[in-house]
Structure formats: structure tokens, C-alpha cells
């Protein structure tokens, strides 16, 4: 079975613009959650998408969006990006709606904002 | 907030030997508890879970102790060995299971 996927793997960009990363979840996985790696923080909960429908939200601003698609794969978006932006992304897939089962994570996207 | 932390950034342990890597949480409302094991340029991988209502679970190597009452959880590698190096991340999840915290993270690093 097929992993996780995250494209694409390393993305530049400059202050003021607005990325995009892509997750594929594993085949069958409905579930889908975003998060945040920096040095130091350890990982921070985006959001968890199900059924293409937004069923968790952590504690970022509403530049942090996203959305998922009926075949389960999931975009993450950021506009404005700001320096603070720079991390590696992670999405994770699951079978359900719960953080009580295992997830899955992709390899992730690294993003620098310069 | 940092409701789940990992107070020891990094740990050395000798092949063969004990690895402790301990973790606490401030928030009582937690009741699901996950170790992830991170390798460099890949995404973490489940490495082993308990819920609230034990106190102790075993999976060959590894085992997870969770004292409710210190808040605290610790994961036990027994024999550890040099593919155990890596950077292990303990995990919280609420009885809503709407939220996941994660620890800064400890890296381990078993020496041949």
C-alpha cells in the first residue's frame, strides 16, 4: 500500500506571497491532518480534514487554510506568508476522524519564506 | 502553550542498554498518549500508544509507563540499538479528540 505523499518537497518563496502544498493521503484514509514542525517546537496542530469537511482547527490564524477533496487528498494553504512561516509542513492520513488512531505521516514540505 | 513536553532535547545511551525518554503534560483533560519515532528527511512513524485507563503497555522492545498522577509518561527501549537513533516525539490527544500536542521532541542516539 502506498504511503503518504506530500508535494512538492521544498518550496521557496519571498514575504507577502501565498503557497500552496498538496497531501495524498494513504488509499482508503478519509482523514487528514496538517501540522507545523519548527525547531524547538516540536510539531503544532494545523487542522483535520474528514469526509471533505474541516472537523478540527488548532491555534493558528486565518491565513492557515485548506481544504479536501472527495478523493481525500487535501490542500494547505498560506497567504501572506510571513518569515515565521518557515517550517517543515506535515500532513497525516488516517482512517478515522480521531486522534485515538494511528496516523500516517507523509514525508513533508519543506518550506522557506525569505 | 507547551501542554506536552520533552524537557530533554537530546539522550546517549550505549548499545545494549536501557533508553528512557521521559515526557510530561499539564493538561488533565488528556487521556490518549502516542509515541512517534522521526528519522531524518522522513515523517514520523507510530511507534506505540496507551490510553488513559492503563498504566503500562508493551510492545516487543518498547514499553510505555503513564502515571496519571505525576502527569508524566516515559518510554522504556530495552535492548536499544544503533537503528533506534532518532528523534522521538511523545503525543497528547484530548477526550473530545479534537486536538493533538506534541513534545519538542528528545533525540536519542545509541552508540555501537
Known amino acids: 500500500k502506498a504511503g503518504v505523499t506530500q508535494t512538492p518537497r521544498y518550496l521557496i518563496k519571498t514575504r507577502g506571497q501565498q503557497v500552496t502544498l498538496s497531501c495524498s493521503p494513504i488509499?482508503?484514509?478519509?482523514?487528514v491532518s496538517w501540522y507545523q514542525q519548527t525547531p524547538g517546537q516540536g510539531l503544532q496542530f494545523l487542522f483535520e480534514?474528514?469526509?471533505?469537511?474541516?472537523?478540527n482547527k488548532g491555534n493558528f490564524p486565518g491565513r492557515f487554510s485548506g481544504r479536501q477533496f472527495s478523493n481525500s487528498r487535501s490542500e494547505m494553504n498560506v497567504s501572506t506568508l510571513e518569515l515565521g512561516d518557515s517550517a517543515l509542513y506535515l500532513c497525516?492520513?488516517?482512517?478515522?476522524?480521531?486522534?485515538?488512531?494511528?496516523?500516517?505521516f507523509g514525508p513533508g514540505t519543506r518550506l522557506t519564506v525569505t | 502553550d507547551q501542554q506536552v513536553k520533552q524537557n530533554s532535547p537530546s539522550l546517549s545511551v550505549q548499545e545494549g542498554r536501557i533508553s528512557i525518554l521521559n515526557c510530561d503534560y499539564t493538561?488533565?483533560?488528556?487521556?490518549?498518549f502516542l509515541w512517534y519515532k522521526k528519522y531524518p528527511a522522513e515523517g514520523p512513524t507510530f511507534l506505540i500508544s496507551?490510553?488513559?485507563?492503563?498504566d503500562k503497555n508493551e510492545d516487543g522492545r518498547f514499553t510505555v509507563f503513564l502515571n496519571k498522577s505525576a502527569k508524566h509518561l516515559s518510554l522504556h527501549i530495552v535492548p536499544s540499538q544503533p537503528g533506534d537513533s532518532a528523534v522521538y516525539f511523545c503525543?497528547?490527544?484530548?477526550?473530545?479528540?479534537?486536538?493533538?500536542?506534541f513534545g519538542a521532541g528528545t533525540r536519542l542516539t545509541v552508540k555501537p
Open positions: 496507551i490510553s488513559s485507563i492503563k
Open positions: 480534514y474528514f469526509s471533505e469537511t474541516q472537523r
Open positions: 488509499s482508503g484514509h478519509r482523514s
Open positions: 493538561n488533565s483533560m488528556f487521556d490518549y
Open positions: 503525543a497528547a490527544s484530548g477526550r473530545n479528540n479534537n486536538d493533538m500536542r
Open positions: 497525516a492520513s488516517s482512517l478515522r476522524s480521531s486522534f485515538s488512531y494511528e496516523q500516517y
